[in-house]
């Protein structure tokens, strides 16, 4: 066996006590390749190529540590599923390490090509160069198609950019799936054209492994402008395979229903940076929901900085994404959020709009107005 | 909308101060549904149908209580990854909720045929009616193709049961899917003949979602007996189409690769029951692998013994599965896992046996009469 000796590298924060720390590290370089005691390996060039090599190791904070570990492409193969694996595979399973962060090498990024669309491309398509992107969902659940076609349409005539399924509408009795998509495209075209303004559907297809891309080939073929999906249910490999798929070409929104657990503790899982923006990024996601701090849920400012970071940070070709604040955002929180993210964000607000009163269109202007004068960045 | 009335009941642990608690478990049964203020939605028929039902609270101990919500069965379709989204979808992004068990109502049950084989199926594959059926992997990552038939005739010559791929081999250049699976389902093959003993070979097939299918064909036209799926990395649904897959019929072994924070944090995420048993059987898969209390990771015996009553509770018509205690386990530890699991259990010794000395033949026999005279039960 004789590798290429080209290595990625993958950030891991540690809580232990200082004594211990050396040895969790090169326990992670282990469990990560070979999982197998080293001395029991009688390949030298295994031992050699093979285990992660701990680039550097530092203090953070009181008993909590940085480890820097270097593993060899090959491990990750050629498949996201795989290079997961060797990120967060089994160490997962283990308390008091969070991957933090990682940088691919040329080689491995060149198989990610990532978001089709990114900022820059999504902005292109709705036509809205400078300031930051209007969404929101269609719910509540329990209306029928028709019902959320009229719904779509008086959003898309109020100015939203982005009309998306609320995650929680599949393909149930009271709103199968198709007739939906049917309607509601139908519905937002019929609104741009009256406004002149690109509007976009995007149906949730997240979906059984099998109907996934039936669901989304459906969806393009219904005038659908986008897809909603939900990695955490249908697996981020399962994004990946949308978002390349060249007879789809569509824009993607990911939802983060069911991956909770992976930010909820800060000596665990995975960071915000990570989760939301990098892996995001390379499973294809143009933009990336989350919940705002200070809404329903309990991000605070710093995750949700570090998460922006991820989204935007330097992956090579690997294109920047929006964060979409949300999670029970209201209109008198856009000042708030205009100065925390700046302009290149989506803001989703869903519940608030209705609450303004009757006229959802004259709400959904409003929103729009509130965006105008957008600071350059966050 | 009128929906049929059948509901199934979801069981939430929610940690927060007494006169929170009730607020909390209704603010569950609108994020689950609805996800939009109640006060809102005009339709009194979504008000009443749609939205969960809290049926009990409970306190369970200081700040901590347990709630029941049932939703109606319309919510969750005909689809797993829409029943995972509201069993906890939107609510894993909330600190202090933890989903501790669900009861599916009949209609709903009859959607998911569950586990192929289960404990009895696999017993009957293996011809072991009443011992703990033995398992092992091939490793360490870095061995060829030949080198890994090598080891895998050895081991099933020793009267392994269950041979699986380590997790994490897929299909890297030193060590490609196709070569590897023909070379060891052959020698595992030739084995079997030599011993007259019935020896499975399970490759894994955890992959790019539109290449898990491809290889579990392969597998199968290969001679594999079974296949190893990291659900974590691929998806519950796609090791639930597996496991449907009347042209595969093979038994699945799940590997909790990358799902270590669902469980880590006991106010949060999934407890292990739900996650390792009841979810992974609903998913399909025969035999669960976990990380044992006392081996390299750091599950409670509390908690293992709650993943085996989610692997084993009545589900209905859903099969009892194995569970597949691991991380590090040993050869001098086989005695205290017998009186822990008792006979209905799978154990996966790695490593050990290869510390063992140099006839591996001679360690896996020794395995194989340490299990001898099983206690009946947990």
Redesign the interface.
Known sequence: ?S?SGERFTAVYRIACPPQEAEARAR?ICI???????ER??E?A??RE??IGHLAWLQAVGQDRFEAAIQYPV??A??????L???L????????GVRLVGFDLSPSLASQYPGPRFGQTGLRDLVQVPDRPLLCTAL??????PGELAALAYRLALGGIHLIKD???L?????CPFEERVERCAEAVARASRETGQTCLYLPNV?????E?TMRAQFAKAAGAGGLLF?P????L??M??LAADEGLALPILSH???????C??PD???SHGVLFGQLNRLAGADAVIF?NWGG???YTQAECRDLVAGATRDMGSVRPIFPVPA?GMRLDRVQELREFYGRDCILLI??DL??QGPDLVASCRRFADLTVGFPDQC
Do not use: W
């Open positions: 066996m590798l326990a469990e990560q390749t070979v999982e197998f005691p029991l390996i390949d060039a295994i190529q093979v090959e491990a193969g050629r498949e996201l599923t795989q997961l694996n060797v967060f595979g089994n160490i997962s399973l283990a308390p719910k509540p659940m329990g209306l029928s609320d995650h929680g599949s393909d149930q009795s009271f997240t979906a059984p492994a099998d996934i939900c955490g249910l249908s697996g490999d399962a990946r395979a983060p229903a069911f991956q909770g657990a992976y909820l503790h665990s899982g995975l919940p329903r849920f309990a999670g869903g519940g209705h609450a």
